[in-house]
């Protein structure tokens, strides 16, 4: 198994992990983390339904606000996505000669973001920061094999930390792709910074068409900031330019010169920007970006591109994460 994990302690809380092993939790109970260390402290909401990320607040800037019910069910809101995310086209694939379906879930008939995204997680262990969440496939018609995902988040200095674990349990050779779908906040006087050097060209039911793109096409500077009011975004971007500790970063700047970033590790080499300026907070007046990170682009399980695969009883790691940044 890939125990994406820490010391895990069974804790008296709203959702429980008993001494008799992990149980299912009510997918759409808010687990709340927290963590400080007396000059700084962060807060996390996460729900078992989809191992969602539905809250994020670092010292009292509210990254991630509270959603709403529409935020998750019609817009994917803080999933995560496996064992396929953004969009298969058609809903069907095949290995070894024999097609897989899948159910269609856009206004084109492609199955989007995969199969956990309405799945409840077995909460596995969890501290007051930290929570460790699993489910196993298997019962598919899309992908009938046993194949286990584990999402840890953990808070702490850095901000927040998620580990994606992928383990294969069948008794053959599988593939397989990850990816999360979390929303951050912003207004018209946001920036954003996006570590990009090519974006993919998609037709007009969004799959890609495998040409890349220079990023100024969707009216994005790579590696540059520009103002969030004048882009609309549903793009996957690629060629991901990485700093010296290997993550690629995707800056949001706030009014006040403070911000937020997401960084992926160098096994999530794409990243899906989607803006939603009516996105469905709890609160209304701000406006919602897709901020995405993906081991592989749509389509990859019928192109095969980037697609990981695992060996029987083989394991699999990929790390996301959101930290807040100071004014300069």
Not at 220 to 242: I, K
Not at 269 to 294: N, S, V
Request: charged share 15%; aromatic share 8%; net charge negative.
């Amino acid at each position: 198994m890939p125990h994406v994990s820490q010391a895990w302690h069974t804790i008296a809380c709203t959702s429980t992990v008993t001494q008799n092993g992990p149980v299912p939790m009510p997918g759409s109970a808010p687990i709340v983390l927290t963590w400080s260390d007396g000059t700084h402290a962060s807060e996390a909401v996460v729900r078992s339904l989809g191992a969602s990320l539905n809250g994020l607040t670092i010292d009292g800037r509210a990254i991630i606000p509270a959603d709403t019910e529409a935020a998750r069910e019609r817009w994917f809101g803080g999933f995560t996505l496996a064992p396929w995310p953004n969009r298969l086209r058609g809903a069907h694939w095949s290995l070894d000669g024999i097609e897989y379906r899948a159910q269609a879930n856009d206004d084109h008939g492609h199955a989007l973001h995969g199969l956990v995204h309405h799945r409840d997680f077995d909460v596995a262990g969890f501290t007051t920061s930290s929570i460790l969440m699993a489910h196993t496939l298997g019962a598919d018609a899309a992908y009938p094999w046993p194949l286990r995902i584990e999402v840890s988040y953990a808070l702490g200095p850095n901000g927040l930390t998620c580990t994606i674990g992928a383990t294969n349990l069948a008794d053959r050779r599988l593939p397989v792709a990850v990816g999360v779908h979390p929303y951050l906040a912003y207004d018209d006087a946001c920036t954003i910074t996006v570590p990009a050097k090519a974006v993919c060209d998609n037709d007009a039911t969004l799959i890609p068409t495998g040409a890349l793109l220079s990023p100024d096409t969707v009216d994005v500077v790579p590696s540059a900031p520009v103002r969030m009011a004048d882009l609309s975004l549903d793009h996957c971007f690629t060629q991901l330019t990485r700093e010296g500790d290997g993550l690629a970063r995707t800056r949001i700047t706030y009014g006040d010169g403070s911000g937020a970033e997401v960084w992926q590790d160098a096994a999530m080499p794409y990243l899906q920007l989607f803006t939603k300026r009516d996105f469905p907070w709890a609160a209304p007046g701000l406006h919602g970006i897709g901020i995405e990170p993906q081991t592989a682009p749509a389509n990859a399980l019928q192109t095969g591109t980037d697609l990981h695969w695992l060996e029987p009883s083989e394991s699999w790691t990929v790390r996301w994460g959101i930290r807040r940044t100071a004014a300069n």
